[in-house]
């Protein structure tokens, strides 16, 4: 886990539950740890009433012959499949420049989606992991445990940035697995040549699938922060334009704030949740944020 | 233009190797600058959308940058190496400058001459010799032959007042001044001008003889002494050229049977014997007596030893002779091992330097150094009556020059420094350089 683990980062957030939406609505309940304990089918145990546990919950006939409040709890394996997708195209080698050791989005990717997937396997759901760039792509099934999590690990460092996000046509055998009910997760700069990524988004949308997209962005992409003459060169296909900073600071601004919008529409129409992570700011922040925000999806 | 050029010199040349070794990475910095620098970025399309100038219009504006930063760089370079012109005018044509005395004393007939000599060389001017410089107008010298004067009598003025607008002024035709005899007061002692000037003298009644007294110089040396003696005389040869003009001297050789003359200044002694105290005690007027090492007896050293007076430069030291020095005297340099090798004593009217070693290049370089003749003067010379000697000449004894044979027509113009116009330049170019660089471009339409 190791490599792609920031200690840190887990202590402030492995106990955060990766909730679903799904689960929320009813198709999932599984809250905590392998064997979760909660509203569920099979009976686990009862434990005492705490307060803001809800009253529904509370076992009147164990009331009626106790004179106590007791809660009722289930226990149950998760069937969820969380789908990590990690968009490997090389645009996503940006960073930001000036500090020294800074993330690229790629690396900043692989940390979010190791630790990402380490609570899912933690709550015992099915992680895998799909990687694309160009025609080459990693799959990874989906699947609980310990040790399919550190198989994960290990196909995610064999993997390399390079080329551009695939056509979804030539992913479309990947594209049917994640069309099972699930979570899926899309980490990516949201950068596209055409619309390979809104097609994906909608293929993968489709069915009882959640999917959630982890937008990453430099603070010199939401800040422009060049002087002088600047030589900006595409990651992806090398076109070089030459441009006066000053003269496009306003623009480019513009530009990304339409980007942005553009894609917030994009994802709304497709019932996309969109998480935006600045990369240059510390992971565990972000990551407790998203969780926190994500855990009142139950309420 | 290249007569321009000609003029402008530097004073602190070797600041120029360390703005080159400074300049070498900085232009590398700039030309690469000038390419724009890289950043790689994941969607260029953003970036085309961004409001952009034409990539030549980028390229035109970095290379006056690139211009205009090494314009910056090179006024800073001369900035700091001291730029300076011979003057900030310069005159090709031939100039006439007139005395007021000459005026004065000259007749009509001599003044049409001068007006005739004038209108004979094309585009000469004529000017009063006299603060301001006026130039003379000459329709009013014509007619009554005579000029509304300012009274500048007194000839050491006039020098001055020469010295100072052949400063100012870079003469490259000939100069004549018509002064009257008034002007040979200064005898042998006429400080060099920054440029050649035919003088034409009249009226020698009106020369008041002013006797400053020249410095008479005698080296005695025995007959093994022959090489330093020439070397010590072409010393005293720069000495007369730029500070001492007055400066006589005659080598003798110690064989010849020669009285020392009653009016000698300086005697330099070069030889084995000792001095005879007996004919020191004969001297009844103030002289220095320079000499050098007396008894023969001398050890080899290899060392280099700091010049008395001028800290920062040393001079090789290869033999020299191991005397002690009486309480009395003063020890005004010494060896490694504070073997005293220049020291100073008075005896009746004489005042004795001793240099314990010889003036020859196999013995030490002290007499090759440039520093060398301005040693011998601070060492032989009385300070009271030398300050005497040039109280109107504004020569800057900075610009000359202490080297062995120099010819006249190496003493160095008086400058100009250029710094205060070159730094107005520098702040004009680093203003421009900002706003260009910092100035919002057309849009691309």
Redesign the interface.
């Known amino acids: 886990m190791e490599r792609f683990i920031d200690p840190r980062t887990l202590a402030r957030v492995k106990d955060l539950p990766l909730i679903a939406k799904t689960v929320a609505d009813g198709f999932l309940h599984g809250l905590q740890q392998s064997h979760q304990r909660g509203i569920g089918i099979e009976f686990s145990q009862y434990r005492a009433y705490e307060p803001g546990d809800p009253l529904s919950r509370i076992d009147w006939k164990l009331f009626a012959r106790s004179d106590r409040y007791f809660v009722r709890e289930a226990e149950r394996e998760s069937e969820i499949a969380m789908w990590f997708v990690l968009d490997a195209s090389a645009?996503?080698?940006?960073a930001s420049?000036g500090k020294p050791g800074t993330w690229s989005?790629f690396e900043y990717a692989r940390h979010l989606l190791a630790t990402l997937s380490y609570i899912g396997q933690l709550q015992g759901d099915h992680v895998g992991m799909l990687s694309l760039s160009g025609d080459q792509h990693h799959l990874l099934p989906p699947a609980s445990g310990e040790r399919h999590w550190h198989r994960l690990l290990r196909q995610l460092s064999t993997i390399r940035s390079g080329d551009s996000f695939p056509d979804p046509v030539l992913i479309k055998s990947a594209i049917q697995r994640l069309q099972k009910t699930g979570l899926i997760f899309i980490i990516s700069?949201f950068?596209q040549k055409s619309n390979e990524l809104d097609e994906f988004i909608t293929q993968v949308s489709a069915g009882r699938t959640e999917v959630v997209a982890m937008h990453l962005q430099t603070t010199?992409?939401l800040r422009f922060p060049?002087k002088?003459?600047?030589?900006?060169?595409?990651?992806?296909?090398g076109?070089?334009?030459?441009?006066?900073a000053?003269?496009?600071?306003?623009?480019?601004m513009?530009?990304?704030a339409?980007?942005q919008q553009e894609l917030e529409r994009q994802l709304q129409r497709q019932q996309v949740s969109l998480y935006n992570i600045n990369i240059d700011q510390p992971m565990d922040q972000a990551l407790y944020d998203f969780l926190t925000s994500r855990q009142k999806i139950r309420h | 233009m290249p007569g321009m050029l000609s003029g402008l010199s530097v004073v602190t040349p070797a600041a120029w190797w360390a703005l080159l070794a400074l300049g070498i990475p900085l232009l590398i910095h700039l030309f690469s600058?000038?390419?724009?620098?890289?950043?790689?970025?994941?969607?260029?399309?953003?970036?085309?959308?961004?409001?952009?100038?034409q990539?030549t219009e980028?390229?035109l504006?970095?290379w006056l940058l690139l211009l205009l930063r090494f314009g910056i760089f090179t006024l800073a370079a001369l900035i700091l190496g001291g730029l300076a012109t011979a003057g900030l005018n310069s005159s090709d044509a031939p100039t006439i400058y007139l005395t007021s005395n000459w005026l004065k004393t000259s007749d009509s007939e001599a003044i049409n001459t001068v007006l005739s000599d004038a209108e004979q060389t094309q585009g000469s001017r004529v000017f009063l010799l006299q603060p301001g410089f006026p130039q003379a107008d000459l329709e009013l010298l014509k007619t009554s032959g005579k000029q509304p004067l300012a009274d500048v009598e007194d000839s050491g003025k006039i020098w001055s007042l020469l010295s100072e607008r052949l400063s100012l002024v870079h003469h490259n035709g000939k100069v004549t001044v018509y002064a009257t005899d008034h002007i040979l007061q200064f005898g042998s002692h006429k400080p060099a001008l920054p440029h050649d000037v035919d003088w034409r003298i009249s009226h020698p009644q009106h020369a008041p003889v002013v006797d400053h007294g020249s410095i008479r110089a005698v080296i005695v040396f025995e007959p093994d002494r022959a090489a330093d003696a020439a070397l010590l005389s072409a010393v005293l040869s720069t000495l007369k050229e730029h500070r001492l003009p007055g400066l006589l001297w005659e080598s003798v050789a110690a064989n010849r049977s020669v009285e020392l003359p009653g009016n000698t200044d300086w005697l330099i002694r070069l030889g084995n014997e000792v001095l005879d105290p007996a004919k020191i005690a004969e001297i009844k007027r103030p002289t220095v007596i320079l000499t050098d090492t007396g008894d023969g007896v001398s050890e080899s050293a290899s060392q280099f030893v700091s010049f008395p007076f001028y800290p920062f430069t040393t001079f090789r030291l290869e033999r020299f002779a191991r005397h002690k020095v009486d309480e009395d005297e003063r020890v005004l340099l010494s060896t490694e091992d504070d073997s005293p090798l220049l020291h100073e004593s008075h005896f009746g009217y004489a005042r004795i330097v001793r240099f314990n070693s010889r003036f020859n290049p196999q013995w030490n370089s002290l007499a090759l150094q440039p520093e060398f003749p301005e040693l011998l003067l601070q060492l032989m010379s009385d300070p009271g009556r030398e300050s005497q000697r040039f109280p109107d000449a504004r020569i800057d004894p900075a610009n000359l020059q202490t080297r062995h044979a120099i010819s006249k027509g190496d003493i160095p113009l008086p400058r100009r420094s250029l710094q205060w116009l070159l730094t107005i330049l520098l702040v004009f170019l680093w203003i421009t350089e900002r706003w260009l660089?910092?100035?919002?471009?057309r849009?691309k339409y």
């Open positions: 645009s996503m080698n940006q420049e989005k700069d950068y010199d992409e060049y002088g003459a600047i030589r900006f060169e595409d990651l992806e296909s076109e070089q334009v030459l441009v006066s000053a003269a496009a600071r306003e623009t480019w513009e530009a990304l339409a980007h | 600058r000038s390419r724009g620098r890289l950043v790689r970025i994941g969607h260029i399309d953003l970036i085309r959308q961004a409001r952009r100038l990539v980028v390229k504006t970095r660089s910092e100035r919002k471009p849009e």
